[in-house]
T-cell receptor, first 108, second 116 residues
């Protein structure tokens, strides 16, 4: 089965604290994973993808095939990071399979 | 470029009715995908079209259908609406079909469908 699990519905941290948004996946074969973000009143947009191995807005994510995880991390959260975050897996039809999302709230 | 556009923004329909949702991709993009996002859930794949042909279909009943036009815009049709069809319907476009993994999907703002 192809599936993405985000165990936390809501994650609340204070500004400057580290952030880790968890994502686990189920996929037979070589997975391709993404993090999408939706800021308030904006459309869903790509944050980063594992094949690029890049850091966007201070966020990084490493694919761990042994643990089938792709957790999103940022060492120091900012208030503007508050948003809905979705982990996604490219499915066998080329479609995206999304998790249920985690709402990140960064308090001042 | 305004990005992916969708119309209408909001729609209220009654059970049993039919609805058509429209999507215009980013200029130059030949692939359009449709997703359904129910409140509290992540988007769920419905269809993908590339060069006017269906390239993928999610686990949705035959009441859902779609097509892509020569200008690459797309329509999603839903017949015999049920209360459970109430959701945000998202359209995404990309330069190529799903086989080209390097191409990013760009999402539209969605159409909010309410079935009463």
């Amino acid at each position: 089965a192809q599936r993405v699990t985000q165990p936390e519905k809501l994650l609340s941290v204070f500004k400057g604290a580290p952030v880790e948004l968890k994502c686990n996946y189920s996929y037979s074969g070589s997975p391709e994973l993404f993090w999408y973000v939706q800021y308030s009143r904006q459309r869903l947009q790509l944050l980063l993808r594992h094949i690029s191995r890049e850091s966007i807005k201070g966020f990084t994510a490493d694919l761990n095939k042994g643990e089938t995880s792709f957790h999103l991390k940022k060492p120091f959260a900012q208030e503007e990071d508050s948003a809905m975050y979705y982990c996604a897996l490219r499915g066998s039809q080329g479609n995206l399979i999304f998790g249920k999302g985690t709402k990140l709230s960064v308090k001042p | 470029d305004a990005g992916v556009t969708q119309s209408p923004t909001h729609l209220i329909k009654t059970r049993g009715q039919h609805v058509t949702l429209r999507c215009s991709p980013i200029s130059g993009h030949k692939s359009v995908s449709w997703y359904q996002q129910v409140l509290g859930q992540g988007p769920q794949f419905i269809f993908q079209y590339y060069e006017k042909e269906e390239r993928g279909r999610g686990n949705f009943p035959d009441r859902f259908s779609a097509r892509q036009f020569p200008n690459y815009s797309s329509e999603l049709n839903v017949n015999a609406l049920l209360l459970g069809d109430s959701a945000l319907y998202l359209c995404a476009s990309s330069l190529a079909d799903g086989g080209a993994s390097l191409y990013e999907q760009y999402f539209g703002p969605g159409t909010r469908l309410t079935v009463t």
